[in-house]
């Protein structure tokens, strides 16, 4: 089936400093992928849409010049978190919608990143 | 729009026992509805979905969901409860494009042996 691939699955980085998570779709090519956030306990929460060659659509309240996102192929898109500070720790998902199969989403096995 | 509410962030079950998990859901288009599990420490695994078609659902691990638009309720089940189902599950709804998805705010799944 498809698959997904995120990495790091796990990265610690000090503060100040940038921090890149990739996404991968494996066997199939997504013009579209997903990023979400997780706090703990809580549910995930979208943070911005990914489209192949063009600018990403965040949602309210998250802000595009820290959490820099780069779709440049269609099998790959990026996170970086820019300037991190500890409360910028979490567990990102990113999904990646295969167009062939219904528009079905496959997620990543996510990304933990803490900030120390 | 749409939204997602489970009821019951904790729910705890004998091995053995009746799983339920509760979603409903709100939408203002046909929706897809999608229930994942999410096992400590890793992503989210998808158990099973409604599109369009049969409304009861099977998924991977016994797990089956019901569609009921009169009830605007997507609610999860598993006859007989394993020690190994125990996990953060996640509803979640999206409209037929798929472009974004809204999740529940998780139930976490106990299995007292």
């Known amino acids: 089936g498809a698959v997904v691939s995120q990495h790091p699955s796990r990265v610690i980085c000090k503060s100040g400093t940038s921090v890149k998570i990739e996404c991968r779709s494996l066997d199939f090519q997504a013009t579209t992928m997903f990023w979400y956030r997780q706090f703990p306990k809580q549910s995930l929460m979208l943070m911005a849409t990914s489209n192949e060659g063009s600018k990403a659509t965040y949602e309210q309240g998250v802000e595009k010049d820290k959490f820099l996102i780069n779709h440049a192929s269609l099998t790959l898109s990026t996170l970086t978190v820019t300037s991190a500070h500890p409360e910028d720790s979490s567990f990102y998902i990113c999904?990646?919608?295969?167009?062939?199969?219904?528009?079905?989403?496959?997620f990543g096995e996510g990304s933990w990143l803490t900030v120390v | 729009a749409q939204s997602v509410t489970q009821l019951g962030s904790h729910v705890s079950v004998s091995e053995g026992a009746l799983v339920l998990l509760r979603c409903n859901y709100s939408s203002s288009v046909p929706p897809y509805l999608f229930w994942y599990v999410q096992y400590p420490n890793q992503g989210l695994q998808l158990l099973l979905k409604?599109?369009?078609?049969?409304?009861l659902v099977k998924g991977i691990n016994g797990f089956e969901a019901e569609f009921k638009k009169s009830e605007t309720s997507f609610h999860l089940t598993k006859p007989s409860a394993h020690m190994s189902d125990a996990a953060e599950y996640f509803c979640a709804v999206s409209d037929q494009s798929g472009n974004q998805f809204y999740f529940g705010t998780g139930t976490s799944l106990t299995v007292i042996p």
């Open positions: 999904s990646a919608r295969d167009n062939r199969a219904g528009n079905t989403i496959y």
């Open positions: 409604y599109t369009t078609g049969a409304t």
